[in-house]
């Protein structure tokens, strides 16, 4: 058997699931009608569950128990990952318990929730695992039968010998197979013998979910547990200058109220260790309500932090990065990007001879976007809960990325990383957000230093405010056209605020002989990160859009002429690195064409907008039909073609899909985090928009392109292209083109009548 | 000292009458399935029934709870049967899941009082409830699904 880092021998991990359950009970009896374990019995885990590897558990009495590697927020992988195990294990998908499994990146693999990666990574090795276990489970019965391995056949969960009639459970070989070596290299199913994946399957946490059971971080619990909170800066670009804690330390149920700096002077920063504020202001006491009252009593001087130092570490050497000290307001932040866009920028890829061509254009077409920073808005708000002892850490709550978070906690904490056990809770959203373990880091510090079991909790207001947002981008995008109006160049420069989101690699790259990317970026104090894809979000809206009016004044249909261009990239591709396969693109092309009846006469009066992209190793194509209701643009309809591979949980991927649609819809006409000096001027859902019941379309088909390929994943793709195709179709709605994102009350300011085609519903 | 009756269960506390329900509910009485979102009544994840109407208890002071029936979403059905969690099942609605106990018994009170609501009466009854992942589509097909499950109980 593997060794597992010492904190997770089976014995430990499962009794510190069920330390936890008084509080957060992850485990067993979702499944109804099955007499699982009931883990108020003080039984000897070590006894009754024999472990074939990681990811499998048999007990002796047949039940299965599946751990899901990878963190859950809401893109079903705590059933979809369980499925691919269950599929090569020949399992009974009714009698399985999928339970989450520990932070543990040696048996469990990456455990990485981000980059739509869960199911694209964990597509072999878990394939393999079950096979393996599989093999495991034949050759136990074949001993103990003594009868050739060859003749032990499989099905749901039960072993058979047909010569001999003998047959048994899983559960009853499970002990002897645990002692066999776990073997490499056995051969997995034919995907087209797949059976339990590509067979819709309800999510496994559903009944939980609908009862309310404690599922979230926010819901985690311990004897003695305290409550935290921290005081941010108002603004970005301040810092604490001295604070008066004595009338809020006179409030009922507080404990303690003092500072913390979050990392050492000089410590080197990773990819994911991005937080904002280094020296927190800390708030403890017995109860949420408590806490929240009494930080409002403390008195607290912030004074502008000034330009400061940060040291980076992970990928590339170690260096030194100045954070600009700057209070920094939208208007200026615009006024600055305009003048960044007049300088000559980084090239990122250049084919053919763009400015020849574009000296010798007959006519050049020239567009620029923008979109603002925007706030992750999880329904759940950051928290952690954390136990640090001088010996070692227990932390639990949401996050994605423990295998990233957890050598911080190892440097901050000064424990060795087989001390900290972290238990991933079910995450109410995540969106990128809680690839950021800050807060977690945050939670830890305050429980070492009051000795005690504590939950850090942000309110909406400081999640808003503090947020890891989508940075705010610029792109001009340039085209040349040649007499016949034939495209012979396409220039794109792209910037943001502190980084750009350009992909120099991807389409129309490829198809056009002659071709520049540039990018530029403007550093800011501003924290940004991960969200849904935050580049090509903002890429698919911009890109799209302006291909959109490209093939309207080179008078082209926009899937035809994107098609052309995707014909092009296949048979004689411009230049090299090209990041996308053209034939699943014009794939997805033209799996909406015909599902949305593009072109049609009976469509011919619709509003429809239509836009495609490939990100994060997939490809997403959107028909968007829009009408203007009660004076305001409203999404009616939506067709959507997807090629993410072999789709393993067909319903649960559909309604990822509906999803993503109905959050681009959002996000695009509403999104927008703005500052002024510093200070977010959205802190909660009174000033932050969200899309609401009445503005989610009336219908979203969902189509997805049948083939073989493995899994390419589904998180981000379908999202970006929503936003393209929804400024596609506010341009029909409205005889208007939208540059600036959110493009909601542009549209109302709309000098255009409304049209009111028909009555909603 | 207050006197809560919580999913038809009595309970007396010495508490802050100001404090709101949301947090007597999650941090003393350990019912968790109402969940903060917000704090200020506008995002529906908190919601429970008073006397059976929908309230807002991040900003219900627990003291205009005393006295009254107060159910959550752990009290709404015995088993996880109510029409709406059959429906939320059967069509598998929830992403995350964090929202879906507040959109569930804001749903509840307009099946109550409306056994066949249209889309616009969904909407009206709905609007308050947001949901970041976006399964609005799901929920809509669901209250419709649980009012016929409603409806065909009831015959």
Redesign the interface.
Known sequence: MEQSKSTQSRRSFLKSSLLAGGGLMISFAWLPGVGLADTSKDVDPAEQWNELNGYIKISSDNIIRIFNPNPEFGQNVMTSLPMIIAEELEADWEKIVVEMGPHDNIKLGPQFTGGSNSVRMYWKPLREAGAAARHMLIQAAAQTWNVPMEEVTTKAGMLYHAKSGKSGTYGSFASKASGIPIPQGIKLKDVKNLNVVRNSKKNVEGSKIVSGKPLFGLDYKQEGMLIAMIQHPPAFGMKLQSFDASQALQMPGIKDVFTLELYEDGFEQGGFDTRTFNDLLVIVGNTTWKVMNARKKLIVQWEAAGDTKDTMGGRGAKREVIVPGELESTSTQFEKMQEYAKKPAQQLRKDGDPETAFKNAAQIIERTYNAPFLAHNCMEPMNFFAHVTDEKALLAGPLQAPGWTEPTLSKILKLPADKIEIQMTRMGGGFGRRAYGHYLSEAALISKKVKAPIKLIYTREDDMTYGIYRPMYTATYRAALDANKNLIAFHVKGGGIPEHAIHANRFPAGAVDNYLAEGWQIPSNITIGAFRAPRSNFNAAAEQSFLDELAEIMGKDPIDFRLELLKRAKENPVGKNNEYDPDRYAGILKLVKQKSGWGKPENKNRNRGVAAYFCHNSYAAHVVDMVMKNGHPFVESVYSAIDCGIVINPDAATNMVEGAVIDGIGNTLFGRLSHKDGVPEQNNFHSYRMIRHSEAPNKIEVHFVQNDIDPTGLGEPPFPPVFGAVANALYKTTNRRYYNQPFFEQALQSTNKPKIRRSIQ | MLKLNINKKNYELNI?PD??LL?VL???I???????????A??G?CVVHLNGEAVRSCVTKVSRAAGQQVV???G??VN?DHP??KA??EL??????????GQ?MSAAVLLNENKNP???D??NA???????????????QAIHLAAEIQRKGSK
Do not use: F
């Open positions: 802050d404090t709101p947090w999650r941090d003393v350990g019912l968790v399935g109402t969940k903060y979102g917000c704090g200020v506008q995002c994840a959550t979403i752990e709404l059905s996880n709406l969690q939320w099942l598998d609605v929830s992403q995350c899941g964090y929202c879906q106990a569930i249209t889309d616009k969904i909407n709905m609007e308050g409830n947001i949901c970041r992942c976006g399964t609005y589509l799901r929920i809509h």
